[in-house]
């Protein structure tokens, strides 16, 4: 069946790069799409990045600039990069399986603190 | 990028009411607008698809509606498990989710 998990350290000094892998099962990352969504504790759902079936990639315009999407199709796996971390960047950070109708699969998250 | 704007935030229904919440898109996003319920300490689960379309294993007491940019969610006779917070979410350019309605027992 369709499954996604993520993994990364649950904290993170403030202005150091966030390195997140979401690694996926069921489906081909040649097929389908994941993008990632974060959640701050208490507060609703953004939508961070996606990396398409065919390896071209979106960012939330907000974000760009600190963003980096990847793959390794080889390993069914998803890499998000965020550069200059802030605490307001504190959040339970999602991947998910993505199409125009939404995300139709998410990952279980991992909590992501910034913190000194 | 395209902004939604969810309505209300939050909302307060005694069982067996009939609520509805809505989304409005900033521009025309055809019927490209997914809802979804997240409890706490939960992953979001998907509900509705492009407007109107029921996920595998959604209850027949939640529908969706709308087209354009005005958008509708309803919930035609409340259960206990329905209270949650729900969002909706545009995928017609890239991704944006609504700030979210918290729906609580009254």
């Known amino acids: 069946q369709v499954q996604l998990t993520e993994s990364g350290p649950g904290l993170v000094q403030p202005s150091r790069t966030l390195s997140l892998t979401c690694t996926v099962s069921?489906?081909?990352?040649?097929?389908?799409?994941v993008g990632w969504v974060r959640q701050p504790p208490g507060k609703g759902l953004e939508w961070i990045a996606a990396?398409?079936?065919?390896?071209?990639?979106d960012y939330n315009s907000a974000l760009k600039s600190r963003l980096s999407i990847s793959r390794d199709t080889s390993k069914s796996q998803v890499l998000l990069k965020m550069n200059s971390l802030q605490t307001e960047d504190t959040a339970m950070y999602f991947c998910?399986?993505?199409?125009?109708?939404?995300?139709?699969?998410w990952g279980q998250g991992v909590m992501v603190t910034v913190s000194s | 990028a395209i902004q939604v704007t969810q309505s209300p935030t939050s909302l307060s229904a005694s069982l067996g009411d009939r609520v509805t919440l809505t989304c409005r898109a900033s521009?025309?996003?055809?019927?490209?607008m997914a809802w979804y319920q997240q409890k706490p300490g939960e992953v979001p689960q998907l509900l509705i698809y492009?407007?109107?379309t029921l996920q595998s294993g959604t209850p027949s007491r939640f529908s969706g509606s709308g087209a354009g940019t005005d958008f509708s969610f309803t919930i035609s006779h409340l259960q206990s498990e329905d209270f949650a917070t729900y969002y909706c979410l545009q995928g017609y350019d890239l991704y944006t989710f609504g700030a979210g309605t918290k729906l609580e027992l009254k």
């Open positions: 998910a399986r993505s199409g125009t109708e939404g995300m139709d699969h």
């Open positions: 069921g489906f081909s990352l040649t097929s389908y799409n």
């Open positions: 492009y407007a109107s």
């Open positions: 990396i398409w079936s065919g390896g071209t990639t």
């Open positions: 521009q025309d996003i055809n019927n490209k």
